[in-house]
């Protein structure tokens, strides 16, 4: 079953605009990773956040994280058309052995 | 450098025909070991994962089966394959160590016909 949901399903911006895409899960985790996907490649590994953190920064990037209402969000600051991909947030609720469970995934098309 | 390689790209099979996908890592050791398959427009079911040689984990039943004979080889396999077999089926390690990301290979399209 899919641990992550996220929100929007699909979201079109302009270039230079900022992107903020959403997720939700629903039992508790270790960590949580944002994942990028080109059409028809593999996943890219962005960002993870742990538990007991509550923001992380990458470049362009910025992950929020708030267990209590079980949700993150991934915001992409001035974006390029070249982000233009599928974005997927990832939950690690195991013990020992990390197992990922994806969401569906949101479309982001940026507009040059 | 630490790669991950996956092949084939690209696969169309009948259905009832065998199924041979493999993926092998380099520049590391004993990592955790994925397959993941991702149906079109949808996320990514893990379907197998192993923390070590002859060690594997299942974690959807369904008529394929995984092994890993070496620490850096991991191999996807179906005696026959069914329509529902569709899919991009995407290999992905994770270094025990830093325990920081999966890093994906660069997925297998097959289409079972």
């Known amino acids: 079953s899919q641990q992550g949901e996220e929100d929007p399903q699909a979201l079109s911006i302009q270039e230079g605009e900022n992107a903020t895409m959403n997720c939700s899960y629903k039992t508790s985790i270790n960590n949580l990773q944002w994942y990028r996907q080109n059409s028809g490649r593999g996943l890219v590994h962005l960002i993870l956040?742990?538990?007991?953190?509550r923001e992380k920064h990458s470049g362009r990037l910025r992950v929020t994280l708030d267990t209590s209402k079980k949700s993150s969000s991934l915001l992409i600051t001035a974006s390029r058309a070249a982000d233009t991909a599928s974005y997927f947030c990832a939950t690690d609720a195991s013990g020992a052995n990390s197992k990922l469970t994806f969401g569906k995934g949101i479309t982001l098309s940026v507009r040059p | 450098s630490q790669t991950i390689h996956q092949w084939p790209a690209t696969l169309v099979q009948p259905v009832g025909s065998p199924l041979s996908l493999e993926c092998t890592v380099e520049?590391?050791?004993?990592?955790?070991l994925y397959w993941y398959r991702q149906a079109a427009g949808r996320g990514l079911q893990l379907l197998f994962y192993?923390?070590?040689?002859?060690?594997i984990s299942s974690e959807v039943p369904q008529n394929l089966s995984a092994s890993r004979p070496q620490d850096r080889q991991f191999i996807l396999s179906s005696k026959k394959l069914l329509l529902s077999d569709s899919g991009f089926y995407l290999c992905?390690?994770?270094?025990?160590?830093?325990?920081?990301?999966?890093?994906f290979g660069s997925g297998t399209r097959l289409t079972v016909v």
């Open positions: 520049g590391t050791s004993n990592p955790n």
């Open positions: 992905a390690w994770l270094d025990r160590k830093t325990n920081y990301g999966y890093t």
């Open positions: 956040i742990r538990s007991n953190e």
């Open positions: 192993s923390v070590g040689i002859g060690q």
